[in-house]
């Protein structure tokens, strides 16, 4: 129904920032094979944009174009990867969040995007950018095996400095390359889990007891040591890209909860649709007296005639 007018939902500069990730919702919707290459350009201006949310909401949304529209995955990737010299962290950091998800999808194709991440772990400190990262490497650390022991000793020199969800995926690069490359990491992984040990947190000293009776085998390890490369490296499903607004629809079109997304206090909840269609005749209005119009006509008569 929208599709002829989709210049109708591009977005301009004055319009707030919610308006602004309503449009591009409509925008993605609409996106298919034929009119692709001119939303992605589109998109493209909208990154340069100093809101910040706006911003973020793009390149999700780019994401999801990739995901749905499977002949332009690679475009997309490829320009996201170039979002990743952009000088605001913000950009960088959602954009690697993004490539790592549509790398899920193939990740032999695109060992070199991987090493390219790689080389990032020394510029950005965005925690979940950072973490996304080492997830990616670890995955996938036996399609670059030169670099993945290099990124653990660099991880391993700062782990005490690092946030709580960058130590985790540190801990998990360093399980995974034990499994897969014992020769090169088998000390930096000890090393690693010796800080952990030692570390403030506690779900990161459990993690790190449990991955080294997991990993490392002993006589107490037990039966679990022989099902750790079945544990860490089993395959894992791509991810799905969803819109934030999926969930909105049960809520009434225009009410508070609808643009909170969760219900508000005294939000009565919508009906179901009837089984039997309701008795029609309940909709007919009964009118008393005579028209307004009428009245003021029938009046202005009976002053003339007066």
Request: charged fraction near 25%; charge should be positive.
């Amino acid at each position: 129904m929208f599709e002829p007018y989709l210049k109708s939902f591009y977005i301009r500069s004055t319009d707030p920032t919610q308006i602004k990730i309503l449009k591009l919702e409509v925008l993605t919707n609409l996106a298919n094979e034929t009119n692709i290459s001119t939303i992605l350009r589109e998109f493209q201006t909208y990154i340069r944009s100093m809101d910040k949310d706006f911003v973020a909401a793009t390149i999700q949304a780019i994401g999801r174009c990739a995901t749905n529209i499977g002949k332009v995955r690679d475009t997309c990737l490829n320009g996201l990867v170039q979002l990743l010299s952009n000088r605001d962290e913000l950009v960088v950091a959602e954009s690697v969040v993004v490539i790592k998800k549509l790398l899920q999808m193939q990740p032999a194709q695109h060992s070199e995007i991987i090493k390219h991440m790689a080389k990032l772990t020394d510029n950005i400190q965005v925690p979940m950018a950072r973490a996304s990262i080492l997830w990616l490497i670890g995955e996938y650390c036996e399609h670059v095996p030169k670099i993945a022991p290099d990124v653990l000793r660099k991880m391993a020199k700062s782990f005490t400095n690092e946030e709580d969800i960058v130590k985790l995926q540190v801990i998990n690069l360093a399980a995974k390359l034990y499994l897969t490359n014992s020769k090169q990491s088998k000390l930096l992984t000890q090393y690693v889990l010796n800080l952990a040990k030692y570390d403030q947190n506690y779900d990161i000293r459990d993690r790190a007891r449990f991955i080294r009776q997991l990993i490392v085998p002993t006589e107490k390890s037990g039966a679990l040591n022989k099902y750790a490369k079945k544990l860490f490296l089993a395959q894992k499903p791509a991810p799905i890209l969803e819109s934030s607004f999926k969930d909105r629809d049960h809520f009434q079109l225009g009410s508070l909860s609808h643009l909170l997304n969760a219900k508000a206090v005294g939000y009565q909840e919508l009906p179901d649709w009837p089984d039997e269609a309701p008795d029609p005749s309940v909709r007919n209005v009964e009118v008393r007296g005579a028209p307004w119009g009428a009245g003021v006509h029938g009046g202005a008569e009976v002053g003339a005639s007066h």
